[in-house]
């Protein structure tokens, strides 16, 4: 089974029913596995052939779906890169991914050239929308065929090269199979279960492993309807689910605040929602509070990392909802808490997460050597800290990484931002470790403060001794109007720590 045939399944069976609503407009089961077989084998006249990679630089679009659900028919690998990036950002993937076609928008023309330029080997250049001069529009794709190659794909075939957002260094390359992507799908339905009734609000970005996931290949096995629209803005979440009678959301925790907000100060009829999820950043207690309260609708999160296709843990919310917790391991797979030592930790005790399953990645695209440092023993070393309770739900501590050495004591930040999370006042908070000379390392709390919040460094810092063992308390606070984030909402930890490396020279602890 591949991505492909799963598509093919389900236009078969369900023919005129609709899979997408873009803004609006309805594109049924059979008329999408038309348009993606066409491109496959359109893109196969011109010479993309088995094992090719075709970079895709697109928003959320239906060209971005019949790509994803294409190239498997001729075993193309689609290589999803978000368009927020800059172009050398662009060119270094577009480079490293050996990529010789390129699909994207309109309004990246002018780059196209200047992309040859620095890829010769850069052989197709697709557009969406009007397209522009001396290259070709996406619609030629399009275009009616009457052969399709018989092109033998396995489950084992490579479907992907997707690249981490390089938030602790150069993006690497994952590379994920058909078996990968189709077995993490089998797993979800079982924790996010739906069917064929069900509509999803798509509002992740489709460049992201997990929107692929959650908000193409889960609703397309249920047989579900996918509501999507090319020009997302968190106001008009509300408005989408009230107006299309949306059931199934995901999202990233900063949306939810924002959605939160919006109910507030001005009502919507959500009464179609019976299930939103949260994932791809750590849920704040705040947040989850506040949307039990406001938007009143079950809440699941779940946990995940592109290394293992999406998620290897999400709560079900049948099961006692228990908020800090990011649920059991999914099906088929196995998760360890080890010790610096190797050896599993007991019950409670916080290890790196170890995940092996049918899920696990290949490997980082040409890169053995990253590949043999996270591939060790059958089980994927996540970098990620964790424990488990005496119910076998796993908790997310922190990355290794990031863990905070003050003085031989081990500080985990995410246990302070827990704390800050719910500090009234405080909109967002970001807790790194600086260099100091006596005790190794300090502790910073960053902060964004709450609209009319007069927050002072002393607050923060005594609201946490009300809260944490003195040790783990914040030493230093700054203050700042926007913590900066990655495309996928995840708050840049590296760069902050950055920012402030040479505090504790500028100024002493309070």
Same mark, same amino acid.
């Given at each position: 089974?591949t991505?492909?045939?799963?598509?093919?399944?389900?236009?078969c069976s369900?023919k005129?029913?609709?899979?997408?609503?873009?803004?609006?407009?309805e594109?049924?089961?059979?008329l999408?596995?038309?348009?993606?077989?066409?491109?496959?084998?359109?893109?196969?006249?011109?010479?993309?052939?088995?094992?090719?990679?075709?970079?895709?630089?697109?928003?959320?679009?239906?060209?971005?779906?019949?790509?994803?659900?294409g190239?498997?028919r001729?075993?193309?690998?689609?290589?999803?890169?978000?368009?927020?990036?800059?172009? !050398?950002?662009?060119?270094?993937?577009?480079?490293? @991914?050996?990529?010789? *076609?390129l699909?994207?928008?309109?309004? /990246? %023309? &002018? +780059?196209?050239?200047?992309?040859?330029?620095?890829?010769?080997?850069?052989?197709h250049?697709?557009?969406?929308?009007?397209g522009?001069?001396g290259?070709?529009?996406?619609?030629?794709?399009?275009e009616?065929?009457s052969?399709?190659?018989?092109?033998?794909?396995?489950?084992?075939?490579?479907?992907?090269i997707?690249?981490?957002?390089?938030?602790?260094?150069?993006?690497?390359?994952?590379v994920?199979?058909?078996?990968?992507?189709?077995?993490?799908?089998?797993?979800?339905?079982?924790v996010?279960?739906?069917?064929?009734?069900?509509?999803?609000l798509?509002?992740?970005?489709l460049?992201?492993?997990?929107? !692929?996931?959650?908000?193409?290949?889960?609703?397309? @096995?249920?047989?579900? *309807?996918?509501?999507?629209?090319?020009? /997302? %803005? &968190? +106001?008009?979440?509300?408005?989408?689910?009230?107006?299309?009678r949306?059931?199934?959301?995901?999202?990233?925790p900063?949306?939810?605040?924002?959605?939160?907000?919006?109910?507030q100060?001005?009502?919507?009829?959500?009464?179609?929602?019976?299930l939103f999820a949260?994932?791809a950043?750590?849920?704040?207690e705040?947040?989850?509070?506040?949307?039990?309260?406001?938007?009143k609708?079950?809440?699941?999160?779940?946990?995940?990392?592109?290394?293992?296709?999406?998620?290897?843990?999400?709560?079900?919310y049948?099961?006692?909802?228990?908020?800090?917790?990011?649920?059991?391991?999914?099906?088929?797979?196995?998760?360890?808490?080890?010790?610096?030592?190797?050896?599993?930790?007991?019950v409670?005790?916080?290890?790196?997460i170890?995940?092996?399953? &049918?899920?696990?990645?290949?490997?980082?695209?040409?890169?053995?050597?990253?590949t043999?440092?996270?591939?060790?023993g059958?089980?994927?070393?996540?970098?990620d800290?964790?424990?488990?309770?005496?119910?076998?739900?796993?908790?997310?501590?922190?990355?290794?990484?990031?863990?905070?050495?003050?003085?031989?004591?081990?500080?985990?930040?995410?246990?302070?931002?827990?704390?800050?999370?719910?500090?009234p006042?405080?909109?967002?908070?970001?807790?790194?470790?600086?260099?100091?000379?006596?005790w190794?390392?300090?502790?910073?709390?960053?902060?964004?403060r709450?609209?009319?919040?007069?927050?002072?460094?002393?607050?923060v810092i005594?609201?946490?001794?009300?809260h944490?063992?003195?040790?783990?308390?914040?030493?230093?606070?700054?203050?700042?109007d926007?913590?900066?984030?990655?495309?996928?909402?995840?708050?840049?930890?590296?760069?902050i720590?950055?920012?402030?490396?040479?505090?504790?020279?500028?100024?002493k602890?309070?």
């Open positions: 089974m991505i492909t045939h799963l598509l093919e399944e389900r236009a369900l005129d029913k609709a899979f997408l609503i873009c803004d609006g407009e594109y049924s089961y059979t999408v596995n038309e348009m993606a077989n066409r491109v496959a084998v359109n893109l196969a006249a011109r010479g993309v052939k088995k094992g090719d990679k075709v970079l895709i630089v697109l928003g959320n679009c239906v060209e971005f779906v019949y790509l994803m659900l190239l498997g001729i075993g193309a690998l689609m290589v999803p890169v978000n368009p927020l990036l800059k172009p !050398q950002e662009i060119a270094y993937i577009l480079d490293n @991914s050996d990529a010789e *076609t699909v994207t928008l309109a309004d /990246f %023309a &002018p +780059l196209c050239e200047h992309a040859k330029k620095l890829v010769p080997r850069l052989k250049i697709f557009i969406t929308g009007d522009a001069e290259l070709d529009c996406f619609d030629v794709l399009l009616p065929v052969e399709f190659p018989a092109i033998p794909i396995t489950a084992e075939d490579e479907a992907a997707i690249y981490t957002s390089g938030t602790t260094g150069t993006p690497k390359g994952v994920l199979t058909h078996r990968n992507y189709l077995s993490n799908t089998r797993m979800l339905m079982h996010i279960p739906m069917a064929p009734d069900d509509r999803f798509m509002v992740l970005p460049f992201h492993v997990n929107a !692929q996931l959650t908000s193409v290949l889960v609703p397309l @096995s249920a047989g579900a *309807t996918v509501i999507m629209t090319r020009k /997302f %803005a &968190p +106001l008009s979440i509300l408005p989408f689910i009230e107006k299309y949306a059931t199934v959301m995901s999202a990233v900063t949306i939810y605040m924002v959605m939160c907000r919006m109910m100060a001005e009502p919507r009829d959500i009464s179609s929602i019976r949260s994932g950043a750590p849920l704040p705040s947040i989850y509070l506040a949307t039990q309260e406001i938007l609708k079950p809440l699941i999160m779940g946990y995940g990392l592109t290394e293992a296709t999406c998620a290897s843990a999400v709560a079900d049948r099961d006692p909802i228990r908020w800090d917790s990011v649920g059991p391991p999914l099906r088929y797979t196995s998760i360890r808490i080890v010790g610096d030592d190797g050896f599993e930790v007991p409670g005790e916080v290890g790196e170890l995940i092996a399953g &049918p899920t696990v990645m290949k490997g980082y695209y040409k890169d053995p050597e990253a043999a440092e996270v591939l060790k059958g089980w994927l070393h996540t970098g800290l964790g424990r488990f309770d005496e119910d076998g739900y796993l908790y997310i501590v922190g990355r290794l990484k990031d863990m905070i050495i003050r003085g031989g004591q081990n500080i985990y930040p995410a246990q302070v931002e827990n704390v800050l999370s719910v500090m006042g405080v909109e967002e908070c970001c807790v790194v470790g600086v260099h100091e000379e006596r190794g390392q300090e502790v910073l709390a960053v902060v964004k709450a609209n009319g919040s007069a927050l002072s460094e002393q607050d005594e609201y946490c001794r009300q944490l063992a003195t040790y783990k308390c914040p030493r230093f606070v700054e203050f700042m926007e913590l900066p984030k990655t495309a996928t909402g995840k708050i840049k930890k590296p760069e720590a950055e920012m402030f490396a040479d505090l504790v020279s500028r100024r602890p309070s």
